[in-house]
């Protein structure tokens, strides 16, 4: 998910897991509740509609919060806190 969206493509995905972390759902892609064909019909039909509104610079700003760099940084400073 995280490489689509650094390249500026919206993600559909279900709406459980890391994917509620990763995609907000009508700004980055599109999450789906229910692991049912009907529920990932409507998530497809609801990205097609929405395609023109999506800006690939937001989503891959959004991806930008899961670079290494931003990684590196934060664990060491989180262990750098318990030492």
Do not use: H, Y
């Not at 097609?48 to 800006?55: D, G, K, R």
Request: net charge negative; charged share 20%; hydrophobic share 45%.
């Amino acid at each position: 998910m995280v490489e689509a969206q650094a390249a500026g493509c919206p993600v559909i995905a279900f709406g459980q897991g890391g994917a509620l972390e990763i995609v907000q759902d009508g700004q980055t892609g599109i999450l789906f509740q229910e692991q049912t064909a009907d529920q990932l019909v409507e998530a497809i039909l609801r990205n097609e509609a929405q395609i023109n509104q999506f800006s690939p610079w937001v989503i891959a700003e959004n991806a930008q919060r899961f670079n290494k760099g931003r990684f590196l940084e934060e664990f060491s400073l989180f262990v750098e806190s318990k030492i």
